[in-house]
C-alpha cells in the first residue's frame, strides 16, 4: 500500500483492522527517506533497526487486540529530543561528543506507548536558535516545496520530514516560534501547546522561560492525535502543569458555531508582506470573521521574548562559549555572546512585562474564543537570504521571521498553525490562537478550516 | 493583584539613549566579555556588534515600559 500521504489517522485505521501491518508502513517510511532525502536533508539519524524492532512488537499487540490510536504510525524527531542509544546533538557539533542518551524522552515514550513508531531523528537549527533551517554542521534541509528555499526553523527537518511525506507526524519545540514558522513556510498544521502542557523531559533545553514541545502534521486530527497521546502530568519537568489529560481528538469535528473569533490588528497588521494579511484574511472570511481585536503592547512583548530569549540562551551556553566558540555556528554564536553581556535588570524587566501581557492577553479573550494572526511576515525565504525588506525596511531575516510569532509564545498561549496556499506558489501560515489550555478550541478551528479546504498540506513531487 | 492598560508612555519614563555611541559599545563588549570570562575573536566581532545592537533596540522599548513594583515576574509563571 502507497502511505506517504495517508495521514496517522489513516495508517493506524489500516494497521488496528489488519488491511497493512506496523512492519509495511515503517518499511515504506524508511524506503522513501532513503530514496529521496538527499534531497531534502530532513534527517540526522535513520534508526532503520529500531523502527523494524518496534514496529515487530506494534504488530504482536495488535494481534492481541490491543487498540492502539497510533498503531503503526511512522514518526520523527527533532535531535534536541533525547533518543535512546544516539547523542542528543541539537543541531551543533559541540553536543555529538555527548553520550549516546540512556533513555527516550518522554514525548517519544508516550507515542510509542500508542503505537507509533520513530524512524528517526531531524535536522535542526543550532542548538534551536534559529528561524531558516540552516545548519553549518549537517547542512541546510531544504523545503520539499521548493528545494531553493528555507524550510523555516529551528524545527527544519520536523518541516521538511513531514512535507516530503516521509512520515505524517514529527516533533519539534517551539520557543519563539520553530514549529509556527516551519509549519508556515513547509505548508502544515503545526500545534505549539500551552507553556507547560507537555512535558520537556529529557530534551535538550533553550530557553527555559519559553521553551515548548510539541508535533508538526499534515492534518489537525493527526495533531489532536498526537498531542492527547503526549498529554499528561509528569514530575521530571518541573514546569510541566499537573493538570490531567484533556482529549482534543473526539470533539475536533464540532464545528466552530458560536465561537466569537477575531482577527489581530495593530502590531500584526504591520510588517509583514501582502501575502501574510491575505492569508489572513482568507482565513478570517472562511470563518466568517467581522471583528477585529487589538493585542496591546504585542511589540514591547517581543522585545521582552528578544532578551530573555539572547540572555538566558547565553547562559547555557556559557561555558561552550568561552572554551569552545569556535565549534558554534557563527550565525549562532555571536548572537549567544552579545546575549552573555545582558544586565540582569534587562531581562528581569521582561520577565515582569510578560505578566504584564499575559494579562492583556486574558482581558481580550473575554471578549474572544479565538484570535487569528499571520505566522510568518512573508513566504519562505531563499536559502542563504540574510535580509529582507519588512514594510518597506530592510531588516536580518534570522532574527526577524518570527516577528508575529514571539508575542504569543511569550506568554505561552496555545496556537495551531495553518497552511494557506495563495497561489501556485509557495505557502504561508496564519496563527490560530486559543486562551490557555485550550488546545482544542484551536484544533477545532484548524479542523473547520481543512475541511472547507480554506487550508491544507499538499503532496509534493520530490 | 491589579494590572491597568499600561502602553507604552515615553512621557512618563524616556526612553534610555541605548544603544549607546559606537565606542562605548565597543568598551562594553570588551569589559562584558572580560567579566563573563569570553574571549571575543576578532572575526567574531562584527557579528557581535550587530547582535548587540539588535538587543540595545530591543531594551529601548523593554526599559521604557512601566510595570508595576507588584508584578510578578515570568519564572513563576502559570498560563
Request: charged share 25%; aromatic share 6%.
Amino acid at each position: 500500500m502507497n502511505i506517504e500521504w495517508k495521514s496517522a489517522a489513516a495508517i493506524a485505521d489500516y494497521v488496528n483492522t489488519g488491511k497493512l501491518n506496523a512492519g509495511e508502513a515503517v518499511s515504506a517510511a524508511l524506503a522513501r527517506i532513503g530514496a529521496l532525502d538527499k534531497k531534502t536533508n530532513a534527517f540526522t539519524d535513520v534508526l532503520a533497526a529500531r523502527a523494524h524492532e518496534a514496529a515487530a512488537k506494534v504488530d504482536k499487540r495488535v494481534a492481541r487486540s490491543e487498540a492502539l490510536p497510533l498503531a503503526g504510525v511512522p514518526f520523527a524527531v527533532k535531535n534536541l529530543f533525547d533518543v535512546k542509544g544516539i547523542p542528543t546533538r541539537a543541531g551543533s557539533k559541540i553536543n555529538r561528543e555527548r553520550k549516546p542518551a540512556s533513555a527516550d524522552s518522554i514525548l517519544v515514550e508516550r507515542l510509542e506507548e500508542q503505537g507509533a513508531v520513530l524512524v528517526g531523528a531531524l535536522n535542526m537549527g543550532e542548538y534551536a536558535y534559529d528561524f531558516t533551517g540552516e545548519n553549518v554542521h549537517d547542512g541546510n534541509a531544504c523545503n520539499p516545496h521548493d528545494l531553493a528555499h528555507m524550510t523555516g526553523g529551528s524545527s527544519s527537518g520536523s518541516g521538511a520530514a513531514v512535507a516530503a511525506g516521509y512520515v505524517p507526524l514529527a516533533l519539534g519545540s517551539d520557543t519563539n516560534g520553530s514549529i509556527r514558522v516551519p509549519s508556515s513556510f513547509c505548508g502544515l498544521f503545526g500545534l505549539k501547546p500551552t507553556y507547560g502542557r507537555l512535558s520537556r523531559a529529557r530534551s535538550f533545553p533553550f530557553v527555559a522561560s519559553l521553551d515548548h514541545l510539541g508535533p508538526l502534521a499534515r492534518s489537525p486530527l493527526d495533531l489532536a492525535l498526537s498531542y492527547d497521546a503526549m498529554q499528561g502530568p509528569d514530575y521530571e519537568d518541573p514546569v510541566c502543569a499537573q493538570r490531567e489529560i484533556e482529549p482534543t481528538a473526539l470533539e475536533i469535528s464540532k464545528g466552530v458555531k458560536g465561537l466569537r473569533i477575531g482577527k489581530l490588528e495593530g502590531y500584526f497588521a504591520r510588517m509583514g508582506e501582502p501575502e501574510a494579511y491575505a492569508a489572513t484574511e482568507r482565513v478570517a472570511k472562511a470563518l466568517g470573521v467581522s471583528e477585529s481585536a487589538e493585542l496591546e503592547d504585542a511589540g514591547v512583548a517581543r522585545a521582552s521574548a528578544y532578551l530573555i530569549t539572547a540572555s538566558e540562551g547565553a547562559a547555557l551556553h556559557l561555558g561552550r562559549l568561552r572554551e569552545r566558540a569556535h565549534d558554534f555556528d557563527p550565525d549562532v554564536r555571536d548572537r549567544l555572546i552579545a546575549g552573555a553581556l545582558i544586565p540582569a535588570t534587562w531581562t528581569i524587566q521582561a520577565q515582569k512585562i510578560r505578566r504584564h501581557f499575559q494579562a492583556q492577553a486574558r482581558k481580550l479573550f473575554e471578549r474572544f474564543d479565538i484570535l487569528l494572526a499571520p505566522a510568518t511576515p512573508t513566504r519562505a525565504p531563499q536559502i542563504g537570504q540574510k535580509t529582507f525588506k519588512l514594510d518597506g525596511q530592510e531588516m536580518l531575516v534570522r532574527p526577524n521571521i518570527g516577528i508575529f510569532t514571539q508575542p504569543i509564545s511569550f506568554i505561552g498561549l496555545p496556537v495551531v498553525a495553518v497552511p494557506v496556499w495563495l497561489d501556485d506558489g509557495l505557502p504561508i501560515g496564519v496563527q490560530v490562537i486559543a486562551p490557555a489550555w485550550r488546545e482544542d478550541l484551536a484544533l477545532r478551528v484548524a479542523y473547520q478550516l481543512e475541511r472547507e479546504g480554506v487550508c491544507k498540506a499538499k503532496p509534493v513531487n520530490l | 493583584m491589579k494590572y491597568e492598560s499600561n502602553s507604552l508612555d515615553t512621557k512618563k519614563i524616556p526612553p534610555p539613549s541605548l544603544p549607546a555611541d559606537p565606542a562605548a559599545l565597543e568598551s562594553f563588549i570588551d569589559a562584558g566579555a572580560a567579566l563573563n570570562g569570553l574571549t571575543v575573536d576578532p572575526a567574531y566581532r562584527t557579528g557581535v556588534r550587530i547582535h548587540l545592537n539588535a538587543v540595545t533596540n530591543a531594551a529601548k522599548l523593554v526599559l521604557a515600559f512601566k510595570v508595576e513594583d507588584e508584578a510578578e515576574p515570568g519564572p513563576v509563571f502559570k498560563p
